[in-house]
């Protein structure tokens, strides 16, 4: 193995994970897969060109991320690169000398074919290259959780990428360290999905229920309000039930590292969704009566940090809404004691 102070890195992309993942983000649950015909259709179309646009994927940053552990040695894309979709990135792939690795899909929607063919080339580039120190696997298929592990028990330092709200959270506990893309420097978070999006893939459209077309239903809520009749009409319960079955609930994965707006969002799953700030209030709690074993003495703020992220390695004060780590500390001040000496930051648990 090579000295940890010139570490070296191996980068994995499952790039049609992040590309729909992404879009999903971007636009909602699920749309990738309502926009899939349209998009194999015609990619030039007005409507679908907007939206993939609008959830352009910066590979530069998951490289620059990716550099930042150290000197990368090889980065690897695996995708069906005849793909319209795809073909998009292949210029500003080569330009960051990424392998484009050829997938050719045996169905029309094959599942896997990427997740196997890129962890038989990881496992196999660790024996071929053994001074590797760092892999970065970008995606967040559960899938790649046998490979996180293989990798750290080869003694590898494995970091994981993937979308907030579609990473499996069996794969960031796999991983020593997990970033969410949308956190990487340089990546704009996306706003709020549109709620108007149908199940047609249409933005702004919704298509109207056998009971009639969404200009109808309009019509008689507009017709109902001006009359100042104070009952629901059916068209309007029609609309609302519509709208609510075309959000469903979040499941166990996605609840975990998505925004708090979006779990906020799912009605039916507050009860059993955790604030993120308590999780991470939770978190911290933990990490001082690990380190500190009770005896009250002081600990350096970045030996707390690494023990937090050791024991959740999605763990960032920055998802969370805070710029350092101190400031984090200081909005649980009735959990954590933060002094703070010239340079120094120690942290004890609150008394």
């Given at each position: 193995m090579a000295d940890t102070a010139d570490p070296r890195v191996a980068v994995y992309l499952d790039f049609d994970n992040i590309v729909m993942s992404w879009y999903d983000r971007v636009h909602g649950r699920n749309s990738y897969?309502?926009?899939?015909?349209?998009?194999?259709?015609?990619?030039?179309?007005?409507?679908?060109?907007?939206?993939?646009a609008a959830a352009t994927v910066d590979v530069g940053a998951i490289?620059?991320?990716?550099?930042?552990?150290?000197?990368?040695?090889?980065?690897?894309?695996?995708?069906?690169?005849?793909s319209a979709v795809n073909a998009e990135y292949?210029?500003?792939l080569v330009a960051r000398a990424v392998d484009l690795v050829q997938l050719f899909p045996a169905a029309a929607y094959a599942k896997n074919g990427a997740d196997i063919r890129l962890a038989i080339d990881t496992v196999e580039d660790l024996f071929r290259i053994p001074d590797l120190t760092h892999v970065v696997i970008v995606?967040?298929?559960?899938?790649?959780?046998?490979?996180?592990?293989?990798?750290?028990?080869?003694?590898r330092y494995v970091i994981g990428i993937g979308v907030a709200g579609s990473t499996a959270k069996s794969l960031a506990a796999a991983c020593d360290e997990f970033e969410a893309y949308d956190q990487l420097p340089g990546v704009t978070p996306p706003s709020a999905p549109e709620k108007g999006r149908g199940r047609s893939g249409g933005r702004?459209?919704?298509?109207?229920?056998?009971?009639?077309?969404?200009?109808?239903?309009?019509?008689?809520?507009?017709?109902s309000a001006e009359s100042g009749t104070e009952h629901?009409?059916?068209?309007?319960?029609?609309?609302?039930?519509?709208?609510?079955?075309?959000?469903?609930?979040?499941?166990?994965?996605?609840?975990?590292l998505a925004p708090r707006s979006i779990v906020q969002g799912h009605d039916d799953h507050d009860e059993h969704a955790e604030d993120p700030h308590d999780v991470a209030a939770d978190l911290l709690e933990r990490a001082l009566q690990l380190g500190d074993r009770g005896d009250g003495d002081w600990l350096h703020s970045s030996a707390v940090k690494t023990h937090m992220r050791r024991m959740d390695p999605s763990f960032s004060e920055k998802a969370l809404g805070y710029k350092t780590f101190s400031e984090f500390l200081?909005?649980?001040?009735?959990?954590?004691?933060?002094?703070?000496t010239g340079h120094e930051r120690l942290v004890r648990a609150a008394e």
């Open positions: 897969s309502r926009d899939r015909q349209r998009i194999a259709a015609d990619i030039t179309d007005p409507e679908i060109a907007e939206s993939l490289i620059d991320y990716a550099a930042s552990f150290g000197s990368l040695m090889l980065t690897r894309a695996y995708a069906d690169w005849s292949r210029s500003q995606g967040g298929d559960s899938d790649y959780v046998p490979l996180a592990q293989r990798c750290r028990r080869l003694g702004g459209r919704v298509r109207g229920s056998r009971g009639g077309s969404a200009e109808s239903q309009q019509a008689a809520a507009e017709q629901t009409t059916s068209a309007e319960q029609k609309a609302s039930k519509t709208q609510r079955s075309e959000q469903p609930p979040l499941d166990e994965h996605q609840l975990f200081k909005a649980n001040s009735d959990i954590a004691e933060l002094e703070e």
